[in-house]
Structures are given as structure tokens and as C-alpha cells.
């Protein structure tokens, strides 16, 4: 049996979920999809310049699978951009970082995430 996977932290959703080519119909593009946790991994690498280890940290993950996550995310984006593809960002298995713990009606415990 494989072991369970850990939900991913990630800071915030995207600004847009959908970036396509101008002045082409969205049902005339080819799309990818970018999972959530992936936007976040280039977010902390590219933008935030934090290095591996400590990126991973703060995505609850290890660094192997750190650079795996920015790996496909950049061969994703890579993919978009040189064959004009339209990038869907959405999915992925991961959890706000301090996303809060609710209860049911019955009063167990739920935590607010997505999962996909």
C-alpha cells in the first residue's frame, strides 16, 4: 500500500486562473494545466529566489519532491509558451498555510482545503 500524501502549503491562489495567447479564441487553444502547487513552487523559487531546501519547507514537502513539483511546473509553462497553449491554473493537492480547522454539524473536525 503506498503511503499517504502530505498536503502541500501554499501560500495564496492565483491572481487569474486562465492565461492564453491574445487575440486567439480560448476554444481554439490547446490547453495545459498547471496544478496549484506547482504556481507555488515557481512562486518561491523564482520570485521569492528562496533555495530548494528552504522553499520546501515552507511547502511542507521534501527537497526531492520540492524539485519535482518546480520541475513539471516549468515544463509545463515552457510547453505553453513555445507551442501557444493556453495555461489553466487548477488542482493539485495541497492546503492554504494557516487555513483553519472548522466542524461539521456533527463536530468533527474538518480542515478547509482543496484537493483535487
Not at 4 to 20: A, D, E, T
Not at 73 to 80: F, G, I, V
Request: proline share 5%.
Amino acid at each position: 500500500m503506498p503511503r499517504p500524501r502530505k498536503l502541500r502549503f501554499v501560500q495564496g491562489g492565483p491572481m487569474s486562473n486562465i492565461f492564453k495567447p491574445r487575440g486567439i479564441p480560448a476554444r481554439d487553444l490547446e490547453e495545459v494545466v498547471l496544478p496549484i502547487e506547482g504556481l507555488e513552487a515557481i512562486r518561491l523559487s523564482e520570485l521569492e529566489k528562496l533555495d530548494h531546501e528552504t522553499a520546501a519547507a515552507r511547502m511542507n514537502v521534501s527537497r526531492q519532491t520540492f524539485g519535482r513539483i518546480l520541475a513539471e511546473a516549468r515544463q509545463t509553462l515552457a510547453e505553453a509558451v513555445v507551442m501557444g497553449k493556453m495555461i489553466r491554473i487548477q488542482g493539485g493537492f495541497y492546503t492554504m498555510a494557516g487555513a483553519k480547522k472548522g466542524r461539521c454539524k456533527r463536530g468533527h473536525e474538518r480542515n478547509r482545503n482543496e484537493r483535487g
